[in-house]
């Protein structure tokens, strides 16, 4: 087993901080795994991309060729990346930003960013609604292993939101797929 995945947004969205929590579940469900990323300049508000390579064997290369996942929450991300979106591939995206999605790969729209505002009254969070909805999707660990990773890595008296953020994903994950 190994999946590639490429999280991709502005700066600013915690695009970077989601790859490491996903690098992070993945070792502690005690597997193998590399995130690289890149940014630019402007850092707040310019591109931000970080990969996740997750495999049950040793990973020779840390680069994502052609991602098996695609998690975009940007239009300026969807549009770089979509092309380089495996035939059979998953794409995951923010809904409530992007708006116009038509692929051949499954698509699953998720208005992290609406959801974050509305139910917890604070943006920052989207990336965390992001991620358990990546999981509850795509199945590549269990619920359990990202919770701990997203608890290990957010700063002190943020847990309870980011708790809230993961059921949100979790949920709404598993309503869409349901309809699916």
Known sequence: MKIEIR????GGQGIITAGLILGRAAILAGLNAVQ???????ARGGASRSEV?????EIYYPKVREPDILLVM???AFERYIGDLKKDGILIYDS????KVS????????????LAAEKLGNRIVANIIMLASLVE????????YLVKAVLQSVPKGTEEMNKKALDIGFEYAKKLMKGD
């Open 7 to 10: 999280l991709a947004g502005f």
């Open 96 to 99: 409530s930003i992007i708006k």
């Open 53 to 57: 390579i997750i495999s049950d064997e």
């Open 137 to 144: 999707i795509s199945n590549v660990l269990e619920r359990d």
């Open 103 to 114: 692929v051949e790969q499954k698509s699953y729209g998720i208005p992290a960013t609406k």
């Open 74 to 76: 940007s239009n300026p």
């Open 36 to 42: 690289t990323q890149s940014y630019g300049p402007e």
